[in-house]
């Protein structure tokens, strides 16, 4: 079976947030592997007063969409920020991977997080520290900068790896000229493309920008969590 064929990445819109006056779209992932179905990060599926006070979300949650959430096999939380972890509770009893030290900062800092959304009923994490092959040609790998305990999904198809980077990377300018060290680990990747949580397109090294993707550059320094 052909590589590329046989692992996908789909990107799915499960919110738009209100930053600095334009719309910044929430994303997650979904990894289709032939050993399992990958979800990477849950986005959100109702307000909360810090959220709404913050972003005035609009939602479309992966419990009210066209979304088939008993199919997925995994979770992984690149960080656990609100708006990339707030559906973890439609996914109580599956294995959810997030980096040790992300899990430890979102139960030890104040204001890091929505606490209840990490720690809704039924949810099993499962600790990672450092690199983990999930299923063969899918890494977790960490990549602090975001937040320390961020992680990224390396996808690996036999080419140039496809990399899903949370919030490693908010906006495109970001991987232009990575400052972080998780950034300079996706550049020395040398990837294919990058897809981001908050821009519905990829980034590819080197690609010619378009009007849109030259606003979502131009919001230095508006990170949505």
């Given at each position: 079976m052909n590589a590329d064929r046989a692992i996908t990445v789909t990107p799915i819109l499960v919110a738009d947030l209100h930053v600095e006056g334009e719309v910044m779209p929430v994303c997650v992932h979904v990894i289709d592997h032939p050993d399992g179905r990958v979800l990477v990060d849950t986005g959100m599926t109702k307000m909360h007063p810090a959220v709404v006070?913050?972003?005035?979300?609009?939602?479309?949650?992966?419990?009210?969409?066209?979304?088939?959430?008993?199919?997925?096999?995994?979770?992984?939380?690149?960080?656990?920020?609100?708006?990339?972890?707030?559906?973890?509770?439609?996914?109580?009893?599956?294995?959810?991977?997030v980096q040790r030290r992300e899990l430890d900062d979102a139960h030890s800092e104040e204001d890091y997080t929505i606490r209840e959304w990490v720690d809704a009923p039924g949810l099993q994490y499962v600790p990672v520290d450092g690199e983990l092959e999930l299923l063969p040609g899918i890494r977790l790998v960490p990549a602090p900068g975001h937040t320390p305990g961020s992680q990224i999904v390396v996808v690996e198809t036999g080419g140039r790896?496809?990399?899903?980077?949370?919030?490693?990377?908010?906006?495109?300018?970001?991987?232009?000229?990575?400052?972080?060290?998780?950034?300079?680990?996706?550049?020395?990747?040398?990837p294919e493309k990058v897809w981001l949580a908050h821009v519905h397109e990829p980034w590819r090294p080197g690609a010619t920008r378009t009007e849109s993707q030259g606003r979502d550059d131009a919001r230095d320094g508006a990170t949505a969590g």
């Open positions: 006070a913050a972003f005035d979300p609009h939602l479309y949650p992966l419990s009210e969409s066209d979304f088939d959430v008993a199919g997925i096999d995994f979770v992984v939380n690149t960080h656990l920020h609100a708006d990339h972890c707030g559906g973890n509770h439609l996914f109580a009893g599956r294995p959810i991977y790896p496809v990399v899903i980077c949370g919030d490693t990377a908010v906006w495109f300018g970001e991987l232009d000229e990575p400052r972080t060290e998780g950034q300079r680990q996706i550049r020395a990747l040398d």
